[in-house]
């Protein structure tokens, strides 16, 4: 009873830092990413899953799993078993590295910029309702906006009227993904699912001119400041299905399925500009709920097999961004012309635990983890295509013998590039930029062994 009553406190503890995470999100958002990719739409997309699924290449729409959170696919809640509560929680940290190839008149350069963050990642629990009904929640990050740059404009009829003048771009915010939902198993070899997603965050972009070498009259000059921000609250809904045609005591083989309805975003958005001399003038400052921008339907299939000593699993993801947002455009700097593209993605994913029963060493226990995953990315850059790719790995540590718990340790290298590696604008080459990153991600699973909900009898 006593050990009951503690599984209850830690578990009550866990629910009321959950705002407090989402709190934490948005409070350090400008260091979630770095990314010039970033400066569009809403910003760079976050990977799913949590770390033990991410250290697989990010698999787990099929992963029928009684010891963790299937943050992917609702119909994995049906999968709790009854005397379980289950909980995820996990951090990310990460190192950016871009480079982008510089065509100037005399000679050819590269210039590089770097940049670590750290950030939650994910908060999620699963919990029985009744035989074969279980709900989940989780709340994850959706995408992530921060960048910054600058160029310097040294043009003879800028130069000669006032001087050199230094142009800004900075931005920052995020989106956070609240999913709750119910899975439904009414057999060990058929479950399905439905969720609930909510859509919250706020970013900001910011476009700056600033009179660096003032060389002609003796007024001041001053700052001009231009300031969008967007606040995204938007609810959509996710559908999910598992099929077992192998269920067996020594091993499960899983097809599963999911399907999110898209729908337009309608962000509201403001729209100012600052002047900065004496005092800080506001000179435009106007509301603009007409943004086009949609959230894709998105389609994900997936076959997972898994027995004591081995997992491995494969998804597809299909994202509609293209065909969902067919004319929208965005034009920023000097005439890129940012589209939207359909993104196909396709992760890969195993496990291995060399003797789960192992009393005497403990590294047989623990579970080795490898993954890739490949695809587009949601935007184009004057037509040009991205392509990015992502190599992982991890480990799980148990925490018990013969127990589910586990602290998770994954590591993840990627690499973003678009495909023509220069685009023309206003008749100038300019370079594409190459995108690098490498994250550590450490998680915890747990009370997937614990036995909770007993209703004990004394004599």
Known sequence: MQKLNKQIFIAIIALVLLPMGAMAQTLTSSINTYSPYSMYGLGELATPGNVAMRSMGGVGVAMWSGGMVNILNPAGYGATPRQSFLFNFGIEGAHYQNSQQKYTSGANGKSKTAYNSINIHDIAFQMPIAK???FGFSLTPYSNVGYTMYRDDVSPEIAGNLGRVRYQYYGEGDVTEVKAGFGWAPSKRFSIGAAMLYYWGNIERNYKSVPMDVVTG????????????????????????????????QRILTLGATYDIGGSLKPKMVKSVYVDNVLTSVVRDEKDNALPL??????????????????????????????????????????????YADVNTVKAGFEIIPKYSDVRKYFNRVAYRVGARYGGYY????????????????????IKLFGRSSIDVGFEYGVRKAENDFVMINNAKVGTVKQEHFKL???????????????????
Do not use: C
């Open 294 to 339: 949609k959230l894709p339907m998105q389609v994900a299939a997936g076959i997972f097999y898994q027995d004591s000593r081995f997992r491995a699993g494969v998804d597809y993801v299909y994202q509609s961004w293209g065909s969902d947002n067919t004319d929208y455009l965005e034009s920023y700097g000097r005439g890129v012309n940012v589209g």
């Open 218 to 249: 003796s007024g001041e000059f001053s700052t001009t400041t231009g300031v969008d921000t967007y606040d995204v609250s938007r609810i959509k809904a996710q559908f999910g299905l598992m099929v077992n045609p192998i269920y067996t005591s």
């Open 379 to 398: 935007h184009t850059f004057a037509g040009s295509p991205v392509r990015q790719l992502a190599l992982t790995a991890g480990v799980g540590l148990p």
């Open 132 to 134: 074969g009904l279980g």
């Open 441 to 459: 991600s450490i998680g915890m699973t747990m009370f997937g062994e614990d036995k909770w909900f007993y209703r004990f009898k004394f004599n």
